[in-house]
């Protein structure tokens, strides 16, 4: 049993880098480390050497917060392999929303006959956007609620961001978020094949979503990144440029809360959060100007959060205690 955990265990880690589907498969870490050759030496005027070093900044990777990275990297791997089993599928939601569908209109579905690539197309389209929405909406969560902003914070306790940050993540928000996934996806897949039977497919580019492959491979990876890219200030209103996520992890007052957006700024538009690139400073990142080093311990990333969330949930308890306290008082006094 533990030979066949261990197993798939380095098949997952495998998977991180091979599979198209992943955030840090080697054909995007590629791109992205052109792309940021090429925008240090256009923008920076730097030599092609001085652009390389710059990718691989030693202080980055190997610095404490590049190695808390690493760790929390390879730990949530095998968390999170040794919770699947028990987490709700994508393919049980679609299955129980589209026989709820059926039920419910008393049709077996296959309402619709358009031709397979509308479909595909609107398909794809409709996936992405209701998947990028529910990623804002749960990442705005994580910020202003207390009880959860308590895990989400190891992830703004980087100092330095590179590719491996986008994993530095609590098990409790990589589990929510992975619930977010079952939901939405698995929602909006029975909705289209109820609606257009076996018609439906995503568009895909070796084996990924086309859409995120496209975003990947135009150097997704330099959001965590110290890389500083920036759109212009027009199309970070519709897309989230590296430079605008690097604002989001800012221990700067004035970028709390801002740019929650995963691929589309639209949602940070609409919602007031967000922050173009135009105008400000490169940041300093981090939870505050002072680091903590419980911020890079195996203690600060995996059980401080659960004390500081129980702290939250007590303090919340005592101030509902005592306005129920208030609240009987006023009635019982006049019968006393």
Not at 123 to 142: K, M, Q
Not at 289 to 314: H, I, K, T
């Amino acid at each position: 049993m533990v030979d066949s955990f261990l197993e798939k265990y380095l098949d997952a880690l495998l998977a991180q880098v091979l599979d198209p589907a992943k955030r840090i498969h080697l054909a995007y870490l590629a791109t992205a480390l052109v792309i940021a050759i090429a925008w240090l030496m256009w923008v920076k005027r730097v030599s092609f050497i001085r652009a390389l070093r710059a990718g691989f900044d030693r202080r980055v990777f190997l610095g404490a917060s590049g190695r808390a990275d690493l760790r929390v990297f390879l730990i949530n791997q095998a968390i999170m392999l040794a919770l699947s089993p028990l987490l709700l599928g994508r393919l049980v939601v679609a299955g129980a929303v589209y026989l709820f569908l059926a039920d419910a209109l008393h049709n077996p579905g296959g309402l619709l006959i358009w031709p397979q690539w509308l479909v595909a197309a609107l398909f794809t389209v409709s996936y992405f956007l209701l998947d990028d929405a529910s990623r804002y909406g749960l990442h705005r969560l994580l910020h202003e609620w207390p009880m959860l902003w308590a895990f989400h914070k190891v992830h703004h306790s980087a100092r330095t961001l590179s590719p491996l940050t986008v994993y530095r993540t609590h098990p409790v928000e990589s589990i929510l978020f992975a619930l977010r996934g079952a939901i939405v996806q698995g929602g909006v897949t029975a909705v289209f094949v109820f609606v257009f039977g076996t018609q439906v497919n995503l568009l895909t580019v070796l084996g990924a979503s086309v859409v995120v492959f496209a975003f990947n491979v135009t150097g997704a990876n330099l959001r965590h990144s110290h890389i500083h890219l920036r759109y212009w200030s027009g199309l970070e209103h519709v897309f989230i440029s590296p430079f605008q996520h690097q604002l989001h992890h800012s221990s700067a007052p004035q970028h709390f809360n801002r740019n929650y957006g995963a691929m589309l700024a639209i949602w940070d538009w609409l919602g007031g959060t967000l922050v173009i690139s135009k105008g400000q400073a490169r940041p300093r990142f981090g939870l505050s100007r002072r680091p903590d080093a419980r911020e890079q311990s195996l203690f600060g990333l995996y059980l401080l959060p659960f004390m500081d969330s129980l702290s939250v949930l007590r303090r919340r308890l005592s101030t509902w205690l005592s306005r129920a306290r208030g609240a009987i008082s006023v009635f019982v006094k006049p019968l006393l």
